[in-house]
Nanobody, 130 residues
Framework: QMHLEESGGGSVQAGGSLRLSCAATGVIHNSYCMAWFHQAPGKEREGVATIYTVSKNVYYDDSVKGRFTISQDNDKNTFYLQMNDLRPEDTGMYYC???????????????????????WGQGIQVTVSS
Protein backbone atom coordinates (compact mmCIF):
# COMPACT_ATOMS: atom_id res chain seq x y z
CA GLN A 1 0.00 0.00 0.00
CA MET A 2 1.39 3.37 -1.02
CA HIS A 3 0.41 6.58 0.72
CA LEU A 4 0.64 9.88 -1.15
CA GLU A 5 0.52 13.40 0.21
CA GLU A 6 0.53 16.60 -1.81
CA SER A 7 1.85 19.98 -0.73
CA GLY A 8 2.71 23.32 -2.27
CA GLY A 9 -0.63 24.57 -3.52
CA GLY A 10 -1.92 28.08 -3.08
CA SER A 11 -3.08 31.22 -4.85
CA VAL A 12 -1.17 33.10 -7.52
CA GLN A 13 -1.86 35.64 -10.21
CA ALA A 14 -1.91 34.68 -13.86
CA GLY A 15 1.60 34.28 -15.19
CA GLY A 16 2.92 33.17 -11.83
CA SER A 17 4.46 29.85 -10.78
CA LEU A 18 3.89 27.16 -8.20
CA ARG A 19 5.63 23.88 -7.43
CA LEU A 20 3.55 21.00 -6.15
CA SER A 21 5.17 18.15 -4.27
CA CYS A 22 3.93 14.61 -3.72
CA ALA A 23 5.58 12.55 -1.00
CA ALA A 24 5.23 8.79 -1.33
CA THR A 25 5.46 6.53 1.72
CA GLY A 26 4.57 2.95 2.57
CA VAL A 27 5.29 0.03 0.27
CA ILE A 28 7.18 1.43 -2.71
CA HIS A 29 8.42 -0.76 -5.52
CA ASN A 30 11.35 0.08 -7.74
CA SER A 31 9.20 0.81 -10.75
CA TYR A 32 5.93 2.62 -10.82
CA CYS A 33 4.01 5.27 -12.65
CA MET A 34 3.29 8.61 -11.05
CA ALA A 35 0.76 11.11 -12.30
CA TRP A 36 -0.66 14.52 -11.60
CA PHE A 37 -4.36 15.06 -12.24
CA HIS A 38 -6.28 18.32 -12.36
CA GLN A 39 -9.93 18.72 -11.48
CA ALA A 40 -11.40 22.08 -12.34
CA PRO A 41 -14.58 23.15 -10.52
CA GLY A 42 -17.55 21.19 -11.86
CA LYS A 43 -15.44 19.16 -14.27
CA GLU A 44 -13.96 15.69 -14.53
CA ARG A 45 -10.55 14.86 -13.12
CA GLU A 46 -8.03 14.83 -15.96
CA GLY A 47 -4.43 13.66 -16.16
CA VAL A 48 -1.99 16.46 -16.96
CA ALA A 49 1.40 14.77 -16.51
CA THR A 50 2.89 11.36 -15.84
CA ILE A 51 6.37 9.95 -15.26
CA TYR A 52 7.67 6.39 -15.14
CA THR A 53 10.29 5.93 -12.44
CA VAL A 54 12.49 3.55 -14.43
CA SER A 55 12.66 5.06 -17.90
CA LYS A 56 11.79 8.62 -16.82
CA ASN A 57 9.39 8.62 -19.77
CA VAL A 58 7.00 11.53 -19.39
CA TYR A 59 3.61 12.52 -20.77
CA TYR A 60 1.97 15.94 -20.79
CA ASP A 61 -1.52 16.96 -21.73
CA ASP A 62 -1.59 19.55 -24.50
CA SER A 63 -3.02 22.12 -22.11
CA VAL A 64 0.17 22.17 -20.01
CA LYS A 65 2.91 21.37 -22.52
CA GLY A 66 5.72 23.89 -22.32
CA ARG A 67 4.44 25.27 -18.99
CA PHE A 68 4.44 22.34 -16.54
CA THR A 69 7.28 19.96 -15.73
CA ILE A 70 6.99 16.69 -13.83
CA SER A 71 10.07 15.37 -12.07
CA GLN A 72 11.13 12.95 -9.36
CA ASP A 73 13.60 12.75 -6.51
CA ASN A 74 14.25 9.04 -6.05
CA ASP A 75 16.18 9.50 -2.84
CA LYS A 76 13.21 11.15 -1.20
CA ASN A 77 10.44 9.25 -3.03
CA THR A 78 9.04 12.63 -3.87
CA PHE A 79 7.54 13.88 -7.09
CA TYR A 80 7.08 17.41 -8.27
CA LEU A 81 4.97 19.39 -10.68
CA GLN A 82 6.58 22.70 -11.58
CA MET A 83 3.85 24.94 -12.93
CA ASN A 84 4.89 28.09 -14.79
CA ASP A 85 2.90 30.70 -16.68
CA LEU A 86 -0.20 29.74 -14.77
CA ARG A 87 -3.58 30.61 -16.24
CA PRO A 88 -7.01 31.02 -14.60
CA GLU A 89 -8.11 27.77 -16.27
CA ASP A 90 -5.42 25.95 -14.26
CA THR A 91 -7.48 26.63 -11.14
CA GLY A 92 -8.76 23.57 -9.29
CA MET A 93 -7.70 20.62 -7.22
CA TYR A 94 -4.52 18.80 -8.09
CA TYR A 95 -4.05 15.18 -7.16
CA CYS A 96 -1.00 12.95 -7.36
CA UNK A 97 -1.59 9.31 -8.15
CA UNK A 98 0.46 6.19 -8.60
CA UNK A 99 0.25 2.67 -9.89
CA UNK A 100 2.92 0.08 -9.26
CA UNK A 101 1.80 -2.30 -12.00
CA UNK A 102 1.56 0.15 -14.87
CA UNK A 103 4.18 0.58 -17.57
CA UNK A 104 3.08 4.17 -17.93
CA UNK A 105 2.78 4.79 -21.64
CA UNK A 106 0.33 7.52 -22.52
CA UNK A 107 -0.28 9.53 -25.66
CA UNK A 108 -2.61 12.23 -26.85
CA UNK A 109 -4.85 9.45 -28.17
CA UNK A 110 -4.58 7.37 -25.00
CA UNK A 111 -4.35 9.84 -22.10
CA UNK A 112 -4.15 8.75 -18.44
CA UNK A 113 -7.46 8.10 -16.71
CA UNK A 114 -8.50 7.75 -13.09
CA UNK A 115 -8.99 4.03 -13.57
CA UNK A 116 -5.29 3.59 -14.42
CA UNK A 117 -4.14 4.48 -10.90
CA UNK A 118 -4.68 2.70 -7.60
CA UNK A 119 -3.27 5.15 -5.08
CA TRP A 120 -4.27 8.79 -4.65
CA GLY A 121 -3.38 11.75 -2.53
CA GLN A 122 -6.04 13.85 -0.85
CA GLY A 123 -5.61 16.69 -3.34
CA ILE A 124 -4.46 20.26 -3.01
CA GLN A 125 -6.03 23.51 -4.18
CA VAL A 126 -4.47 25.80 -6.77
CA THR A 127 -6.15 29.12 -7.52
CA VAL A 128 -5.00 31.37 -10.35
CA SER A 129 -6.52 34.82 -10.53
CA SER A 130 -6.62 36.98 -13.63
Amino acid sequence: QMHLEESGGGSVQAGGSLRLSCAATGVIHNSYCMAWFHQAPGKEREGVATIYTVSKNVYYDDSVKGRFTISQDNDKNTFYLQMNDLRPEDTGMYYCASDQALVCVFTDDIPPSRADFDFWGQGIQVTVSS
